[in-house]
């Protein structure tokens, strides 16, 4: 997060990086990750654990992805008890089903800037910016509708019931995230206040 000079870490991003370098783990998260399941929480845990001992992240971090689930949860506080930093806050970022399904299928990636785009959302102008510098617009594996489909069920049953783990641990915030860039990362600010 530019604001507060401290590095956002996602747990997809970072499994996308080992896909691309070719590695077996990668070649075994790819096949999990195509299907929208869960990669194991143990593997998840060991690549955060590495990653909050980089040295970027010795002033605060955001994770983004991650935990999606009740042990991944456990483990984190673990893991932030070791480090001794405590957790300021889980956000929730709240969006109408139809918009999320949109934000997934129209999601695309500018091949020669990594600008992210969406076909529903960005204007016309912003697409003809990639394509006319000679970019393609790509689409990730996973944001096909049937990939999406399993990822929302996936969601439902695995993740969603830590919006009640960390209610009752004081720790829940609630971003309406309906809108615009701009507007969605104002709140996400507001809320970290
Ligand atoms: P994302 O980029 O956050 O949408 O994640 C893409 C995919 O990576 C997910 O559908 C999972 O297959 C895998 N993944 C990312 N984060 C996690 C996590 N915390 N636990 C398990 N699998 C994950």
């Excluded at 996308?16 to 070719?22: E, F, N």
């Excluded at 001794?84 to 800037?113: E, H, N, Q, W, Y």
């Excluded at 006319?132 to 489909?149: F, M, Y």
Aim: proline share 3%; charged share 30%.
């Amino acid at each position: 997060m530019a604001e507060r000079n401290i590095p956002q870490i996602s747990t997809g991003d970072m499994l996308r990086a080992a896909i691309a370098s070719g590695s077996r783990f990668g070649q075994q998260a790819k096949g999990i990750m195509d299907a929208g399941n869960l990669v194991s929480d143990d593997i998840v845990l060991g690549i955060i654990s590495e990653r909050l001992a980089e040295p970027d992240a010795q002033d605060g971090f955001i994770l983004d992805g991650f935990p999606r689930t009740e042990k991944q949860a456990l483990d984190l506080s673990d893991l932030l008890d070791q480090l001794g930093t405590p957790l300021d806050a889980a956000v929730l970022m709240d969006v109408d089903f139809d918009i999320l399904v949109k934000r997934l299928t129209g999601r695309r990636t500018c091949s020669l800037t990594g600008k992210l785009l969406n076909v529903y959302f960005s204007s016309q102008e912003e697409l003809d910016e990639c394509t006319n510098a000679g970019g393609e617009l790509v689409q990730r594996e996973d944001d096909n509708e049937e990939t999406i489909k399993n990822r929302l069920d996936v969601y439902n049953r695995q993740t969603a019931p830590l919006i009640d783990y960390y209610k009752k641990r004081g720790r829940l915030k609630i971003v309406d995230a309906d809108g615009g860039i701009d507007d969605v990362y104002g709140r996400f600010l507001e809320v970290l206040q």
